[in-house]
């Protein structure tokens, strides 16, 4: 059975890019507009990795990624940040919130899928 991974993140452009890559590598892909919207589609069902943006309307990815780590059937899902924020203070909000990793826009499809194949096991 195919790995379920959440794509996070307000641009549809990125959300395509990034769903497009997922695809090809043989995973399912389920995509959220923004953290809040990511919440509802998180109901019960299998996701083995999130791909969030940072900077969305509604609700931020930091503040998704807390709420994320709150439900107990979501609590050790890895979480990617992939976004434009290269800051530390930033970095360092998204790992004190659960994220397990950080990837800069804009990111080569490989890089992704290395970061993604690392965390999502077999």
Known sequence: ????????????????????SLRQAGYEVIEGVD???????????????????????????????????EMPAYKFTPIVMLTTESQEEKKRQGQAAGAKAWVVKPFKPDQ???VVQKLVLP
């Open 1 to 20: 059975m195919a790995k379920s991974i959440l794509i996070v993140d307000d641009s549809a452009s990125v959300r395509q890019v990034v769903g497009i």
């Open 35 to 69: 953290g809040k919207d990511a919440l509802t589609k998180l109901k019960g069902q299998k996701v083995h990795l999130i791909i969030s943006d940072v900077n969305m309307p509604n609700m931020d990815g930091i503040s998704m990624v807390k709420a994320v780590k």
């Open 112 to 114: 992704l899928l290395a």
